[in-house]
């Protein structure tokens, strides 16, 4: 009889936490209209229904005159200059190339995210960061292949720039503005901008090439035409690989300006979040 | 022994009936639909059947997504504003809208692997799945915003590169609203629709 009751214990234990768990299921079966607080029921969660949880991150748009202008001009341009420049460049070049050099373009650029890492104390990430790059340039033929996105742990991560360092010192945005040919941006973003520009080893790379070269015979006052030239073709090389991304933006977009801005604001945050 | 036996199968059968059907982790239900999708966007014989890929891959994503749940938290506080014809009729135009959106940027695909990264909880009842598209002009971050309803995961929120569908979209209607309220807002998606 003792071993009996042991047993009915026994079972008892073993059954408690499948019926616990039963339980648990039917509260989540409430009532439709229940008003009930979040964690349990979010249909009924007013705040959840508004999309209050997590607010869209604002930015001031007090030049929205001038800068649906410059919106317009960055269209044009787009339009009638890039694309269609884009357009040739990808049918004279193949897309393993195009892809190698806008690969190449990135590696290059490691040292700078690697630095704004330590700016923004992330260290893990300036660890992942210096390994891609030792990867890429090694495996990867001086950055061409993109070897460390297929290593765990080297997981493929977004840019790191000093708007982003600048953001996660605290240092707010100020107001949204659209730049021709850089587009969206942010006085914060521009200072940014500039920053990176000095960071950046490719600036120095290329700094002093054509200067006082015997073909080309640049005077010292034309140090600018090789790092034009260089953004030029990065930027046409990166667009042919990204026609239809715009235009698709466009169409699905109710008002482009607006869904520009606020894709901007929103990415702007979203990396400085992190 | 007997009894012993007995009183163990006794439990055994109450645990199996006292036990809910153990819903899918929300990490499964993305790859699955991910995966799914992609063999259709690989099958070299819809590849040249446009209209029929994207009618498969809408059969995958509707059931995923939770279109009316993405419509009010889209409208936002505006939402109350519309009368209850107006709420039916701006679900189905937005969500046709979204689905087309969805469909044509996943039908651009070109042959870029698909990585489903980590499963990060929001709460009890909300989770997000990471997942990255290796695009040839650099890695594409796509998170799917779930969360759980009657017992299974729903999409509420697609965020692309942070930039969260929803508020982009409220951001747009909530400028029309101010202007020209809900009629506004659906006669814009209306001439979408017709476009």
Redesign the interface.
């Known amino acids: 009889m003792k071993r009996t009751w042991m047993m009915l214990v026994l079972a008892a234990l073993l059954a408690l936490p499948a019926l616990a768990a039963g339980q648990q299921a039917q509260d989540r079966k409430l009532e439709p209209g229940a008003a009930v607080a979040s964690p349990l029921n979010p249909a009924a969660d007013i705040e959840f229904l508004e999309g209050g949880e997590a607010p869209a991150p604002t930015l001031a748009d007090p030049i929205e005159p001038f800068n649906r202008g410059m919106f317009w001009v960055n269209d044009k341009l787009y339009f009638y200059l890039l694309k269609p420049t884009a357009q040739v460049y990808s049918a004279l070049v193949i897309k393993p190339v195009r892809t190698g050099v806008n690969n190449a373009f990135h590696n290059v650029r490691s040292p700078l995210r690697f630095i704004n890492c330590l700016f923004q104390g992330r260290f893990t990430r300036a660890g992942q960061e210096l390994g891609s790059f030792l990867l890429n340039s090694t495996f990867g033929i001086g950055g061409l292949f993109r070897v460390s996105d297929g290593v765990e742990g080297l997981n493929p991560e977004d840019d790191e720039d000093l708007d982003q360092t600048l953001g996660t010192w605290g240092i707010g945005q100020g107001f949204y503005i659209v730049w021709p040919v850089l587009g969206p941006s942010s006085p914060r973003g521009s200072v940014g901008y500039a920053g990176d520009h000095f960071l950046d080893p490719l600036t120095w790379i290329i700094g002093g090439w054509g200067v006082g070269h015997p073909l080309v015979d640049f005077d010292k006052d034309k140090d600018w035409i090789v790092p034009l030239a260089v953004s030029v073709g990065e930027r046409v090389n990166n667009v042919s690989l990204r026609i239809g991304d715009y235009e698709a933006f466009k169409r699905d977009a109710i008002d482009p300006y607006l869904a520009m801005r606020d894709a901007y604001v929103q990415n702007r945050a979203a990396r400085v979040e992190k | 022994m007997k009894?012993?036996v007995a009183?163990?199968l006794?439990?055994a059968v109450?645990?199996g009936?006292?036990?809910?059907v153990r819903a899918e982790e929300p990490k499964q239900v993305v790859t699955k639909a991910v995966e799914q999708i992609l063999t259709f966007l690989r099958d070299p014989a819809l590849r040249s059947a446009r209209e029929a890929q994207a009618d498969k891959i809408k059969g995958v994503a509707r059931p995923l997504f939770d279109y009316r749940?993405i419509s009010?938290?889209?409208l936002?506080?505006n939402?109350k504003e519309l009368n209850p014809a107006q709420q039916e009729e701006f679900v189905t135009l937005y969500s046709r809208?979204l689905e087309d959106?969805y469909t044509?940027?996943v039908q651009?695909y070109q042959n870029e692997?698909v990585?489903v990264?980590d499963e990060v909880k929001l709460?009890?009842?909300?989770t997000e799945v990471r997942t990255?598209i290796?695009?040839?002009?650099?890695?594409i971050?796509l998170t799917y915003r779930l969360?759980?309803?009657?017992?299974g995961w729903k999409v509420?929120?697609v965020?692309a590169?942070?930039?969260?569908l929803?508020?982009?979209?409220?951001?747009?209607?909530d400028?029309?609203f101010r202007n020209g309220g809900a009629e506004e807002v659906l006669r814009?998606l209306r001439e979408r629709k017709s476009s």
């Open positions: 009894r012993i009183l163990l006794t439990v109450l645990a009936f006292a036990a809910p749940i009010m938290r889209t936002g506080k939402w809208l959106t044509k940027r651009n692997q990585q990264g709460d009890d009842t909300k990255t290796l695009a040839a002009a650099g890695p971050p969360y759980m309803k009657d017992g509420y929120d965020l590169e942070g930039v969260s929803t508020n982009n979209y409220r951001t747009q209607f400028e029309i814009n």
